[in-house]
């Protein structure tokens, strides 16, 4: 099993940033920087949807729509993935899920059908106007 915990949400004005962790652990051997990471998000009444990946390189991916503003990064030492969001808007409000998957590469197409084996919980990212 793998244990996803994420941090650093909360409710803020558009234009503020916040930055999410997410924490991971595991069974006994769990090698943090062999898994692909990444962020979803589901807004209030909308699917959820892929913010941005990172694989066990360091390569990594923002969906369009995002990449002039969120960053994704990982620090392998503290098996612990971050999320920059800058620039919010009112839209980015959602919660921001943070999920792991044994593919070193990032699968596509678990990327593209959401099927990462492990998740979080979820943390809440609320931007007024």
């Known amino acids: 099993q793998v244990q996803l915990v994420e941090s650093g949400g909360g409710s803020v004005e558009a234009g503020e940033s916040l930055r999410l962790s997410c924490a991971a652990s595991g069974y006994s051997g769990f090698i943090y920087s062999k898994w692909c990471m990444a962020w979803f998000r589901q807004a209030p009444g909308k699917e959820r949807e892929g913010v941005a990946r990172i694989d066990t390189n360091g390569n990594t991916f923002v969906s369009d729509s995002l990449k002039d503003r969120f960053t994704i990064s990982r620090d392998n030492a503290k098996n612990t993935l971050y999320l920059q969001l800058d620039s919010l808007k009112p839209e980015d409000t959602a919660k921001y899920y943070c999920?792991?998957?044994?593919?070193?590469?990032?699968?596509?197409?678990?990327?593209?059908?959401?099927?990462?084996?492990?998740w979080g919980q979820g943390a809440q990212v609320s931007v007024s106007s």
């Open positions: 999920a792991a998957d044994s593919i070193p590469s990032c699968s596509l197409d678990r990327w593209q059908q959401q099927t990462f084996g492990y």
